[in-house]
């Protein structure tokens, strides 16, 4: 444990300071080597840095985590309650809503597996990660890649820099795991589409106008 | 003579003391600077997967208490006055879920007492609670 803890410290540190340029740098005016010296306030300042920011890197990440599953999570409990009603309603079939809440089911796990996906990326592209970090809340659209994707019907949908709000047609930012969340979504209908879908089913299944209303909501956040 | 020679040793004891310091002082501050990037990173990774969690969980008894009133308010059916009670309390103690403070101490105690409540109303509705990937998926909410 303590050799892994070790061997870590001193890649951060080669990370940061690339080898020969440092040992160099590190000759004061008596000859002396104080590499030894600088590579042990090194590693313990990485210990104390990582002490107190780990907190407010937690906090910062599980808003952002909130916010993103609101829109999501809420339209699973929607469709959820609505299958449940339509089983307690032998004249009507739940087949339609079942579909409907395996689609947005896959939806909501692929938003987890690309934070997943986000959280094993190694840690050499910490200082990628970082820049990113400082541009927290800036217009998703300026990372460039398509706006638009393509589903199986043909049917286009675009995001509008809606990203960072609900979670809608899932773009979690980080870096290299964006790339991955791009192709997962390729195929399947946006959050924006399966909400129009559930719209459908309530106003044929003769559910309350409310209801649909809530739902017409809920889909105007993630546009 | 002595004297002079001595101060000599001293100053170079000390600049070598001093140098010491200084060095160790330079690599802490980088060190600091590198570990509390690094500290925020992992810290936001693993903070959005538990804010992603208990958000999706609470979001989902929403929209499912939600549903359920707007069709239990227009249904006359007698057991649905019942039903609407318990669904309306769901929606009421979700509305005052502290989502925004991972750090909050009744955090825990508040997703006990929702989940309690889903399930009381799964079973005022006759609806099979299945929804079990949410009951082990929140612990730990904070370092």
Redesign the interface.
Known sequence: MMFLMRTWMNS??Q???GGAVWKSE?R?G?G?D?VV??????????????????????????????????????????????R??CQ?QPSISSEPITQLLQKVEKH?EG??EA??K??ELP?SS??E??GE?DDLGVDQSDRGGSDCCRNDEGSECCRKGQSDRCGCDEDIS?SSAGTHTESLFVKDESLEQLLHRCMELVTEMG??E??RL?IQQLRSTCI | MAGFSQNVTDDLFDSIIMADDRFHLDGYREGFEEGAQQGLIEGRNHGMLHGARLSAEVSFYHGFALTWKFILQNTEDVKARKRLKAVETLDAMIQKFPYEDPQNEKLQEHMERVRAKFRQVCSLLSVAADFREYMSGSEGMSF
């Open positions: 951060a540190f990370t940061k300071n590190l004061d008596t002396m104080n010296f600088y590579q042990d306030g090194f590693r313990d300042g990485i210990d104390a840095g990582k002490e107190a920011s780990l907190q407010q890197g937690f906090n910062l990440g599980y808003r952002e985590g909130a916010v993103k599953m609101k829109a999501i999570g809420q339209f699973k409990g929607i469709v959820s309650a609505l449940s009603w307690s909501e938003i987890f934070m997943r986000a959280q840690s910490v200082s990660l970082v970090m980080e559910l309350p409310e209801l809530h």
